[in-house]
């Protein structure tokens, strides 16, 4: 409380400034006072003493008000989604039974299938090969080959095959081959070559010597200097003076119906 004490001190000096006590004309008699009554100091501090102890008391009386410490309130995070799993209805699989086949593909429409590559590879004429040649590219036979021959791309045979060959396209120069030739485009079999076996191809060019059977599904040019032991069938043929054929041409593939025209 030493708001209080301090106002009691500066009330008590206001009060002898105000009255100093004695003075001169009090000592010599002469002073005459100018208050009716005297102020008793002594009491007057006495009741603001007493109400000093009041207020204190009322202070010291007075309830503490605490402050709560604030609690912040956590928001918790809301729950992620439950998302459901889709249920699919569940289909009954019935058993097929396939009944296994035996099918009898044609060379032509097996080498369709096949994509040939880039390489060209080369048989020089010194090299001679006992067994089965594979290639996925192109091949030129210039020396001998003792065995079959499958060929991507094209086959190009200036030397000696004894064996069957398989070819996206075949082209005999000078050549002799003992065996079958199937290709799923042109057989051109040129001057001097000599073909011993059956001819399977799209579309043929014979100015060579061919003793064997020749399946074309397109056209047949037998050129003025080539010599055919066997039959001929196709779409349509073409027969150059001078040529020898001994066999039967049948165009089998022809457009036109000949049981219909004759009834």
């Avoid at 309130?73 to 569940?90: D, G, S």
């Amino acid at each position: 409380m030493g708001f209080f004490k301090d106002f009691k001190e500066d009330f008590s000096e206001a009060v002898n400034e105000l009255m100093p006590g004695t003075t001169e004309a009090e000592a010599t008699g002469t002073a005459t006072s100018t208050m009716k009554d005297e102020i008793d100091v002594d009491a007057e501090l006495g009741k603001l003493d007493g109400l000093l102890e009041k207020a204190t008391k009322r202070v010291d009386e007075a309830p503490v008000i605490k402050e709560e410490p604030k609690v912040e309130e956590v928001v918790a995070p809301a729950p992620a989604p439950v998302v459901e799993k889709p249920v699919f209805a569940k289909k009954e699989v019935k058993e097929v039974k396939v009944m296994e086949e035996t099918i009898n593909v044609a060379p032509q429409e097996t080498a369709n299938a096949r994509v040939a590559s880039d390489e060209n590879a080369v048989i020089t004429k010194g090299m001679s090969i006992k067994g089965d040649l594979t290639s996925t590219g192109s091949i030129e036979i210039q020396g001998t080959i003792e065995g079959n021959v499958d060929c991507y791309g094209k086959l190009t045979v200036e030397g000696t095959i004894l064996g069957n060959s398989q070819s996206a396209e075949f082209f005999a120069d000078q050549a002799h081959v003992t065996g079958e030739v199937v290709t799923t485009g042109t057989a051109k079999i040129g001057l001097g070559s000599v073909i011993i076996g059956n001819i399977s191809a799209t579309s043929a060019v014979i100015a060579g010597a061919v003793k064997g059977d020749i399946d074309v599904h397109g056209p047949v040019v037998v050129d003025t200097s080539a010599v055919i032991m066997g039959n001929i069938k196709s779409k349509s043929v073409q027969i150059n003076n001078g040529a020898v054929i001994e066999g039967f041409c049948s165009q089998t593939y022809a457009d036109v119906n000949v049981d219909q025209i004759f009834g």
